[in-house]
């Protein structure tokens, strides 16, 4: 079946920090993959998507690129802000007709000054 | 204002009592979810809808009931609250179902069973 796999959390980071946070997927065909980030007290929001192999999203400064050949979709961003403290989460749509995010767990950053 | 909204924000209640979240959007997006958020599984889908009057179990439907009448509302009731439903519960909309297609969710309402 479809499933995503985050990097278990929490992140610290200092500020200016580099920033990755691994996401990989197992799918049949080609999904659309998302990154979405929640703020402290906040829903989800879009940060980046891209919706076919060898594709880059990008967004605030993060980017992800989507690589079939591994199934993966990995979150970087090059100097981290303390701004950027959140709970980052990995989804896919699946090929095909079925109309549900599959979500990852979701990881934890917290950047300090 | 434009946006998708939940309400309360906030809701304690006792066990066996019934409780509605609110969810409405103004786009007029087909597509609004129910989730349910807690520590150790992410984000768990409990109920969707792809239009009024259309409604989907998802992962975790039991003790959940929603209803569609019209399109910009998707309340979710608890018909009898048990202390493992307390969670923050989000709502979601979407255009369409497509893979293309972005969520966007409300504030979350956080419910404590007690």
């Known amino acids: 079946g479809n499933s995503v796999t985050q990097m278990e959390g929490p992140v610290t980071l200092s500020e200016e920090a580099f920033l990755t946070i691994n996401c990989t997927y197992t799918a049949t065909g080609y999904p659309s993959l998302f990154w979405y980030v929640q703020y402290p007290g906040e829903g989800l929001q879009l940060l980046l998507k891209?919706?076919?192999a060898d594709d880059k999203g990008s967004n605030k400064g993060f980017e992800a690129t989507y690589r079939k050949e591994t199934t993966s979709f990995h979150l970087e961003k090059g100097s981290v802000q303390v701004s950027d403290s959140a709970v980052y989460f990995c989804a896919l749509y699946p090929a095909g007709n079925n109309r549900k995010l599959i979500w990852g767990l979701g990881t934890s950053l917290a950047v300090n000054p | 204002d434009a946006g998708i909204t939940q309400s309360p924000r906030y809701k304690i209640t006792e066990t066996g009592r019934q409780v509605t979240l609110m969810c409405h959007q103004t786009w007029s997006h087909s597509y609004m979810f129910w989730y349910r958020q807690d520590l150790g599984h992410g984000l768990r889908l409990i109920y969707y809808s792809a239009a009024a009057d259309i409604t989907d179990k998802g992962e975790v439907p039991d003790g959940y009931v929603v209803s569609r009448s019209k399109t910009e509302n998707f309340p979710l009731t608890l018909e009898s609250a048990t202390r493992s439903q307390t969670s923050v519960y989000f709502c979601?909309?979407?255009?369409?179902?497509?893979?293309?297609?972005?969520?966007?969710f409300g504030q979350g309402t956080r419910l404590t069973v007690v």
């Open positions: 891209a919706t076919k």
């Open positions: 979601a909309s979407s255009e369409s179902g497509g893979g293309n297609t972005e969520a966007f």
